[in-house]
Each structure stands twice: as structure tokens, then as C-alpha cells.
């Protein structure tokens, strides 16, 4: 009798104190303290940045700090800027690599970039043509990552949020299209990108558009396009400086942009 209560004491002893150390450590797991994570030294830096005969390849990414704490539970690498730069790594550095592997004695390739930096995101606005070509500007594409939510932000979710689809958007460019000459109409509408610019109230979203006009005099011609839904407002790009070089980041060295802009100055 003795022996079965002691037996049965040390086992009401063992479960009490496994019940206390899983309390224990259930408490300290919910009140650990959480490390949270600092994008505030992430900056846009380079991937590739060459001028080669005629070729221009300005290819951005983002450079982070990977020794702060809260990435250690990744090895030192933030996943969401992994994927921002890797979808700049196996996109258009890819592109520029097969392009130069194969490149012949009359052809070119110009990929151009325009940087964003600000407390919120840094974006990189990204043009790429091959030369010698006719009936294209090019394509026109966007990198976005949000810092405060550490997040690479993706352009469905964007036109999602701004309730637009592709008939909608297309719609829309098309009751606002100016045709230059009377021969002139939009024949196909393609969003390929996005930026987040800073507003009086509050920031807007501006989509990147490709846009065919078709044109019955002559050949239709792929241009580059910007549509601010909010403003409901629609312009057509320079594929020679998309921006205003006053609204984007100096890089050191200075990208194709900026040296045009100091051309400018200089000549006048």
C-alpha cells in the first residue's frame, strides 16, 4: 500500500513539474521579446553598370544590412529583398547577359534606370530596348519594395487594390488618349509596372503603361505611357528620360539621366 502511494505521489510530482516548466517556457516563448526589423539603412545600389561600345546597362538592386539581429533567424538575408533582387538577377541582368553572349557587329542593347528612395519605398523604374529596331519603344518595367512593411510589392495586388483590370484600364486610357494626328488610336493597353510618388495628400499611384497605337497611315508604334488613376490623368513618356531627373536618386557613378541632364545645363 505504502509503495502504491508513493508510486502514485511521484507521479502527480513528475506531471506538476513538467506542467509548471511548460507554463514556464510556454510564458517566456509568448513574451519574448520581438526583434523587429530595420530597413532604414536599405538603399539602392548596383548590380551592373557598364557602357560597353553602345550599350548601356544600368542595373539596379537593393544593398541591406544583413547583421542586425532580426535577420538571424534567416542566416543575415531578408527574404523579401532576396526576392526583389532576384527577380532583377533572372529578368533583365539575364537579358543583358544572352544579349551580349550573342551580340552581333550592328546590334545594341540600352537598359536604362531610374531610382526612387524616400522613407517609404525605394522603386526602380527599369527600360530596356535592342537596337537596331523599329515599331517599339521598348519594355518598360518597375521593382517596388516597401520598407516600413519590408514587403516586394507586386503590380496585381496594386491594380487590385485600385479596383482596375486590364478592359477597365484599357477603357480608361482610351477615352483619354490625344491621338497626335487623326490616323492615330490605341489599339492595345499592357500595365507592366507602377511607382508610388509623394502628394500635397498623400501619395499617388502611377501605372507604367505600354501602349500600342495603331496607326492607319503608317505602322503601329509601342510607346511608354503614364495613368494616375486618383487624377484620372494620362501622359505620354519620354523613352529617353522617363522622369524628371530633379525627382530621382544621384547615383555615383552617374547613370545615363543624369549625365543628360548635365549635358542640358551645360549647353545652355
Known sequence: ??????????????????????????????????????????????????????????????????????????????????????????????????????????????????????????????????????????DITSYNFNKKENQFMALADVMKELGLDEHKLAKRVKELYVPETHSQSVEKVTATGFLVRPAPSGPLTQLLLEVVIHNSASDPWKHFFSYTPALNELFKLNAECLFDPNDMDRMDPPLVYQSQATDKKTKR
Open 1 to 138: 500500500m505504502k509503495k502504491s502511494l508513493h508510486g502514485l505521489l511521484s507521479v502527480m510530482l513528475a506531471l506538476l513539474l513538467a506542467a509548471c516548466c511548460g507554463g514556464v517556457a510556454g510564458a517566456t516563448g509568448k513574451n519574448a521579446p520581438n526583434i523587429a526589423l530595420n530597413n532604414d539603412s536599405s538603399k539602392i545600389g548596383v548590380m551592373t553598370q557598364e557602357y560597353v561600345g553602345a550599350n548601356i546597362a544600368e542595373i539596379l538592386m537593393i544593398n541591406y544590412n544583413g547583421a542586425q539581429p532580426a535577420l538571424a533567424r534567416y542566416g543575415g538575408r531578408n527574404p523579401e529583398i532576396e526576392s526583389f533582387n532576384n527577380a532583377i538577377k533572372f529578368g533583365i541582368q539575364q537579358r543583358y547577359n544572352e544579349f551580349m553572349s550573342k551580340q552581333q557587329d550592328r546590334d545594341w542593347i540600352e537598359i536604362r534606370s531610374y531610382p526612387f528612395s524616400n522613407a517609404e519605398y525605394l522603386q526602380i523604374v527599369t527600360t530596356a530596348a535592342t537596337y537596331p529596331s523599329y515599331g517599339s519603344d521598348g
